[in-house]
């Protein structure tokens, strides 16, 4: 890995510089997207949002939901309880089998957060949604990915991403399998304003 990369990596680290490249590449359209054909949250839902970053999601939520965000960049959450105090509810530790709404929550999310983790930490993040998630709520996430048709470019940025663990489509359900037995999925090549590859899961707890 270049220099350079490196340094790319170090500024994304800060939220300003985040949320503009996000912009730049058109990570906003892909949101939009996700929660318009995707979650469709309602009024009143309540959403947990793992590895929430900036507090970026709460700009395409609707107002009345009860947001939960947590992340381990002490930078990201001070912007965020800043700029999104007065809509969510904000920690810097990762979650863990605290109970983060008595009733459970509608959604979960972990957003662009699997490609970061190892297989045992993916499995332990899975398995503390399927315990914050109440019947009838859903796991949300979606990651860069792996795939025999995705372009010489789109591999090439994927390869210079901060994540070490993009998988194959088939290797991020083989983390879900376990605990959710229903899982849709969407691969698309074009969610991006960049060559690139986005796998996203939207898992059901039944019971």
Not at 15 to 36: K, N
Not at 75 to 89: C, L, P, V
Request: proline share 5%.
């Amino acid at each position: 890995m270049s220099h350079r990369d490196d340094g790319l990596r170090g500024v994304l680290t800060l939220p300003v510089a985040y949320e503009t490249f996000q912009r730049l590449i058109g990570g906003d359209g892909y949101r939009r997207w996700l929660v318009s054909e995707l979650m469709r949250p309602q009024p009143g839902w309540s959403i947990l949002d793992i590895g929430c970053g900036p507090g970026t999601m709460l700009r395409f939520l609707p107002p009345g939901v009860r947001y939960h965000g947590f992340d381990l960049n002490p930078r990201y959450i001070d912007y965020a309880k800043r700029r999104y105090g007065e809509r969510g509810h904000f920690v810097c530790q990762r979650v863990g089998e605290a109970v983060v709404e008595a009733s459970g929550c509608d959604v979960v999310m972990a957003n662009a957060i699997l490609h970061h983790l190892d297989d045992a930490e993916a499995r332990q993040l899975v398995a503390i949604a399927h315990a914050q998630l109440k019947p009838g709520g859903f796991l949300l996430t979606y990651d860069n990915a792996w795939v025999p048709s995705q372009s010489r470019a789109a591999r090439a940025l994927i390869a210079r991403d901060r994540g070490q663990h993009v998988r194959t489509p088939e290797a991020y359900l083989a983390l879900v399998r376990d605990r959710f037995a229903e899982v849709e999925t969407t691969l698309r090549h074009d969610g991006y304003r960049i060559p690139y590859t986005l796998f996203t899961m939207k898992a059901h707890r039944r019971s």
